[in-house]
């Protein structure tokens, strides 16, 4: 079965860096999309970043862009996320989810997402 | 941006009874629009896809409907288990943009 498993969860002070993780298994992880969306305490969920599945052409909000960095390891099944100068803002769960379609369909829903991972910025 | 904005906030229903959730597209999504139900301490479960096709696995009682700029997905018998927070997303644009969901609580 599908799992999408993320982890790096953590405290860091605001100006901080973190990397997440997402290891993922059930499926063909270098054909599809995948996602990372976060959600702030009391909030609703916000996309964040994107990338396709041969790992080109990212897409990220405005909220991120310029300071986080999506990537992938298709030979370890593993997307992450780079986090750099981070804000109050920024704490949320965050969490992987996965497009529905293979290659870059264009049709950017989500099927199947992970339990999520805790990113607090606080001094 | 397209802004998608959901009403109600909360929706007190009864079980059994209908629940009728709206989302509102800022410009037309055509019906790129995906719905997904979350639970506390869980991930976001996706339940309607292309406005109106339920996902694999999703209960009859679930319905979507709408194009352009309106949707409502309908929940026709609430069950103890639908009882959760209800996300409309649209894919048509980037960035990819979520309402700010309607909380199903019991009446």
């Known amino acids: 079965q599908v799992q999408l498993v993320e982890s790096g969860e953590g405290v860091v002070q605001p100006g901080g860096s973190l990397r997440l993780s997402c290891a993922a298994s059930?499926?063909?992880?270098?054909?599809?999309?995948i996602h990372w969306v976060r959600q702030a305490p009391g909030k609703g969920l916000e996309w964040v970043a994107f990338?396709?599945?041969?790992?080109?052409?990212?897409y990220y909000a405005d909220s991120v862009k310029g300071r986080f960095t999506i990537s992938r390891d298709n030979s370890k099944n593993t997307l992450y996320l780079q986090m750099s100068s981070l804000r109050a803002e920024d704490t949320a769960v965050y969490y992987c989810?996965?497009?529905?379609?293979?290659?870059?369909?264009?049709?950017?829903?989500?099927?199947?997402w992970g339990q999520g991972t805790l990113v607090t910025v606080s001094s | 941006e397209i802004v998608m904005t959901q009403s109600p906030a909360t929706l007190s229903v009864s079980p059994g009874e209908r629940a009728t959730l709206s989302c509102r597209a800022s410009?037309?999504?055509?019906?790129?629009l995906a719905w997904y139900q979350h639970k506390p301490g869980q991930a976001p479960r996706l339940l309607i896809y292309?406005?109106?096709t339920r996902a694999t696995g999703i209960p009859a009682r679930f319905s979507g409907s709408g194009s352009g700029t309106e949707f409502t997905l309908t929940i026709s018998s609430l069950q103890s288990e639908d009882f959760a927070l209800y996300y409309c997303?649209?894919?048509?644009?980037?960035?990819?943009?979520f309402g700010g969901g309607t909380k199903v609580e019991i009446k």
């Open positions: 989810a996965k497009d529905a379609h293979p290659y870059g369909s264009g049709t950017q829903y989500f099927d199947y």
């Open positions: 059930g499926f063909t992880f270098s054909s599809y999309g």
């Open positions: 990338i396709p599945y041969g790992g080109n052409n990212e």
């Open positions: 410009q037309s999504v055509s019906t790129y």
């Open positions: 292309g406005a109106s």
């Open positions: 997303q649209q894919f048509n644009n980037w960035p990819l943009t």
